[in-house]
């Protein structure tokens, strides 16, 4: 007989440890080593809803963050997003991840327009493991398809993510068109604002900061009885001066006045590429989106921080941000007659002066 100590049985590495080793895979675009990673990490008894949270979520803010520092190109960051959308398929196959659905049904879509869509998966994937049927109708879910479906199951509630803030006029819009039909909406993601601000504001049934908190919400008991009688004008009563309506429908038109005039008023762009002149008026058309999302939800701090952002990104980039003073000046111009929309621009302007006192020179 054998006196020999058996072998310990294998124990997964920390969450820290497992975040580190999925960077390492994702930065470099290594898909098989992510999610070798990750199913080994399940077979040694790692937490699944842990891997999912700590590990994938943790890891796909990193690669946001190194996006914005211009240390992942667009390709590099949307190659390390199919990664970590792949390892959490990967993850929703394993054994350690079945479980018994018995809590509730739950439908869990994006915005319409909204195309990150991992969070909406991460959640999806979260409220399984807690014991719900999910429907996950994925990225870019119009309102009319949303509502078809509900009306043709029988969701306790609607998880709606959004990520992007210009697509909260159609978040609210399918908000509306939900509870119209009796189902409460929980809603999630960066674009609802700091403390879920905006979701207050466009009268979604509850909102979480995550999807923990959200799977520990829909747990506590049903979500409250929607409010039908009233209209989205009700909930934004500023929207009746038509700016939001006005400054949307001409915002190609914008966008081509502030172009053809920004050369003379920054000379620094009379030396751009073709490449550079098209980012350019890809920055102009997101200054109108913003603004017109501002206008939508009367929050003028909303448009102070775009553009504070957008200059951080530009120098990030080696990009001079000396030219959206100017261009916000040449909206200022064209939208003279906007009360609320120039207040807006002047705030934005003023959030430049503070955040970026010292304009920086041309590009080298």
């Not at 939900?178 to 905006?198: H, I, M, N």
């Not at 980039?317 to 929309?341: I, M, N, Q, T, Y």
Request: a negative charge.
């Amino acid at each position: 007989m054998s006196t020999s100590t058996p072998p310990r049985p294998r124990t997964a590495a920390p969450p820290s440890e497992l975040a580190d080793g999925l960077w390492a895979a994702v930065s470099v675009g290594d898909e098989r080593a992510a999610t070798d990673l990750l199913l080994r990490a399940l077979d040694h008894g790692a937490d699944p809803e842990s891997v999912l949270v700590d590990v994938i979520a943790a890891v796909q803010s990193r690669v946001g963050e190194e996006w914005a520092a211009n240390r992942l190109s667009v390709a590099q960051e949307h190659a390390a997003t199919a990664i970590n959308e792949r390892a959490v398929a990967a993850l929703a196959l394993h054994p350690a991840a079945r479980r018994t659905a018995d809590r509730g049904r739950i439908t869990v879509a994006c915005v319409d327009g909204e195309w990150h869509a991992l969070p909406a998966r991460l959640l999806a994937e979260v409220l399984k493991l807690r014991g719900w049927r999910v429907d996950y109708l994925g990225a870019q879910v119009p309102v009319p398809h949303l509502i078809s479906h509900l009306h043709t199951t029988r969701a306790d509630a609607v998880a709606l993510s959004g990520s992007i803030a210009t697509r909260l006029p159609t978040a609210h819009a399918a908000i509306t068109a939900c509870q119209a039909v009796g189902v409460p909406v929980l809603v999630g993601g960066a674009a609802f604002g700091p403390g879920g601000r905006y979701a207050r504001l466009l009268g979604a049934d509850a909102w979480a900061p995550d999807a923990p908190t959200a799977a520990d919400r829909l747990a506590a008991g049903r979500l409250p009885r929607p409010q039908t009688d009233h209209q989205q004008m009700d909930d934004l009563p500023h929207l009746a001066d038509q700016e939001y309506t006005l400054v949307t429908r001409s915002g190609d038109a914008l966008v081509r006045a502030v172009f053809g005039a920004l050369e003379d008023a920054f000379p620094a762009m009379r030396g751009y590429d073709e490449t550079q002149r098209e980012r350019t008026a890809e920055d102009l058309a997101h200054i109108v989106e913003f603004l017109a999302t501002a206008l939508y939800l009367g929050d003028e701090a909303l448009f102070s921080w775009f553009v504070s952002w957008t200059a951080r990104i530009l120098e990030a980039r080696g990009v001079p941000a000396g030219s959206l003073p100017p261009a916000l000046d040449l909206f200022l111009h064209e939208l003279k007659d906007f009360p609320r929309a120039t207040r807006i621009l002047r705030r934005g302007l003023e959030a430049l002066t503070t955040d970026h006192p010292t304009a920086p020179g041309p590009p080298v």
